[in-house]
């Protein structure tokens, strides 16, 4: 074989080579995403039925994991359905931001007593230093409440 004809051989490996080296490099660069684990969700009586009821605490638990470390934590509980629209949003800095790994991150929002029955959308979203962004979604089941507020609960800041 001559030259010519290695010349088009040569060029598909050095272009094959050029195009998986940058993608190599870029992946070992950037650590991965948050991941977030939805251990529980439902009432503040510790059951996970994915159920929350009005005028009540609502309740969940994640396990997070975010190798570029958190910058915060956004807690989102929209109404999916009905005539309101209804939506709870709380962020979460102090003490999580810096930290790659928390065990047991969790909360009791109260929930207002007004509010309309039916399907809501839970979504619990971490950021991280790098502007990575994981998240974890749930549907839930708004129920009428008993009146009784919850079980008072110490609420994280």
């Keep these: 074989m001559n030259m010519n004809q290695?010349?088009?051989i040569l060029l598909f490996?050095?272009?094959?080579?050029?195009i998986a080296l940058p993608s190599c490099t870029k992946e070992e660069s950037s650590p991965r995403a948050p991941a977030i684990q939805l251990l529980q969700l439902g009432s503040a009586q510790f059951v996970d039925d994915r159920t929350l009821?009005?005028?009540?605490?609502?309740?969940?638990?994640?396990?997070?994991?975010?190798?570029?470390?958190?910058r915060k934590i956004e807690l989102e509980i929209r109404q999916k359905s009905g005539y309101g629209n209804y939506s709870f949003t709380k962020e979460y800095t102090t003490p999580y931001s810096g930290q790659t790994a928390i065990a047991d991150f969790h909360d009791y929002p109260l929930l207002p007593e007004d509010l309309a029955l039916g399907d809501y959308s839970f979504q619990l979203k971490v950021t991280d230093t790098?502007?990575?962004?994981?998240?974890?979604?749930?549907?839930?089941?708004?129920?009428?409440?008993?009146?009784?507020?919850?079980?008072?609960?110490?609420?994280?800041?």
């Design 13 to 18: 490996f050095i272009g094959l080579v050029s």
């Design 6 to 8: 290695l010349r088009p």
């Design 130 to 157: 790098q502007g990575q962004i994981g998240k974890v979604e749930s549907d839930v089941t708004m129920k009428a409440g008993d009146g009784s507020g919850g079980g008072g609960h110490v609420h994280v800041p």
């Design 53 to 70: 009821y009005t005028g009540q605490e609502a309740h969940f638990e994640a396990k997070i994991i975010a190798p570029a470390a958190v």
